[in-house]
């Protein structure tokens, strides 16, 4: 069926390096993306989101690049800190589809002092 | 006011007990969601309340039952719930409840059945 993957399901980074999540979806009438933090006993939080109609998005030090081509959305977060320690969903929906988001996998990311 | 309050945060069951989670929001949204999530899972759509009618029930089964008493309230009815069914149940809601939408979703309540 259709679904909505990650490659990695852990990232380690040093504290101020880039972090870079990948995500995989094989849903082609997927038009609106979002990804969400989860941190240790709370529920996800919204970071961004992007529609079909673009290609990059940018927030506070987070950056999401879509590429429709081969299905892949990714999510940049600069100069990485300890409080991005989470793990990080990607979540699509299809216009017509009601609200019905479907989450992928997540990436645990690690930040080291 | 941006978040959604779910409570009890915490609730411990046995199979034969009867209980409700509840949720509240006072953003004006007028579409609220339960999600299921399993430990290292990504969360699973349950149920989706629209202007206060369910509009998507996954094939949930009926020992769930949600309620939708207004449209800042959402509860979710346990009844006979088996082992399995333990995992944090996350509401959510959105302003309209039409595609395109991001949901905020609250903390969740994590339920043990023993």
């Known amino acids: 069926g259709e679904s909505v993957g990650l490659h990695l399901p852990t990232l380690s980074v040093q504290e101020g390096d880039n972090s870079i999540i990948n995500c995989a979806y094989s849903?082609?009438?997927?038009?609106?993306f979002i990804w969400y933090k989860q941190e240790s006993g709370k529920g996800p939080q919204f970071i961004i989101d992007?529609?079909?109609?673009?290609d990059k998005r940018q927030g506070q030090r987070v950056t999401v690049l879509l590429n429709k081509t081969v299905k892949h959305l990714s999510l940049q977060i600069a100069a990485t800190q300890p409080g991005d320690s989470a793990v990080y969903f990607c979540a699509e929906a299809r216009h017509g589809g009601g609200n019905m988001l479907t989450f992928g996998g997540g990436t645990r990311l690690m930040v080291k002092p | 006011d941006t978040e959604v309050t779910q409570t009890p945060k915490h609730l411990v069951m046995g199979m034969t007990n009867k209980k409700s989670l509840k949720c509240e929001q006072h953003m004006g949204h007028r579409a609220m969601y339960w999600y299921k999530q399993k430990a290292k899972k990504p969360p699973e759509l349950m149920f989706v309340?629209?202007?206060?009618?369910?509009?998507i029930n996954e094939s949930v089964p009926s020992r769930f039952s949600p309620e939708c008493p207004n449209s800042s309230l959402l509860n979710l009815h346990l009844h006979a719930l088996q082992p399995e069914d333990s995992a944090l149940y996350l509401c959510a809601s959105s302003r309209e409840g039409v595609s395109n939408e991001k949901l905020f979703f609250g903390s969740g309540t994590q339920l043990s059945v023993l």
């Open positions: 849903n082609s009438a997927s038009d609106y």
């Open positions: 992007i529609r079909s109609n673009m």
């Open positions: 309340y629209s202007y206060e009618k369910l509009s």
